[in-house]
């Protein structure tokens, strides 16, 4: 056998693990850091457990509250619409990705505070505007829009930034 065979070999037997041996690493993960009920079955599924004990480890997870959907959506919300200065549409759309519940997501979104994110987006893109290459105001405009969307604003919030945004830059 050459080498390469022998490392992939060894990768797939150290991907592969029993229930139990998956059940003893998510606890480790979950008990690190919030890992929601997808995250958990796509890590299953690439340790390539069983599919019909995969349900009852995520249960078992679920009873002994290492999993909570509810409290990852809201820890994940906190942190991309602090850290990150993601609005809720890109926030809500990356939850639903990782499985989480409609209800969840909606429920977790409500903690955010249009105040408070207002004022964080016109920041954000004051520091853009600083970078940003234009010939005219509507082009300036135009990319800091663009800019805002796909942070995940709603169009009126991105709007109001951008007007806040060039008027603060012209004066």
């Known amino acids: 056998m050459c080498r390469e065979e ?19 690493s998510l606890m ?14 796509r890590l299953m599924h690439t340790w390539q457990v069983p599919q019909a004990e995969r349900q009852s480890i995520l249960d078992r997870l ?12 809201d820890a994940y919300v906190r942190e991309k619409s602090r850290l990150s200065g993601w609005g809720a549409r890109k926030i ?9 519940a409609q209800d969840i997501v909606a429920k977790a979104l ?40 796909s942070l995940g604003f709603d169009y009126d919030m ?3 930034a951008v007007e806040e945004s060039v008027v603060a830059q012209d004066l």
């Open 28 to 41: 480790r993960l979950c008990a690190r850091s919030e890992k929601s009920s997808g995250d958990a079955m």
């Open 62 to 73: 679920i009873k002994d509250r290492f999993i909570d959907d509810g409290r990852y959506a």
């Open 6 to 24: 022998i490392a992939e070999r060894k990768s797939r037997e150290r991907k592969s693990k029993t229930a139990e041996q998956a059940l003893r």
């Open 158 to 160: 991105a709007q109001r």
């Open 110 to 149: 409500k903690q955010l505070d249009g105040d408070v994110e207002l004022p964080r987006l016109v920041e954000k893109l004051r520091r853009k505007l600083r970078t940003t290459k234009y010939s005219s105001d509507y082009e300036l405009r135009g990319k800091l829009m663009r800019y805002a969307l």
């Open 92 to 100: 809500a759309m990356q939850l639903r990705q990782k499985g989480i």
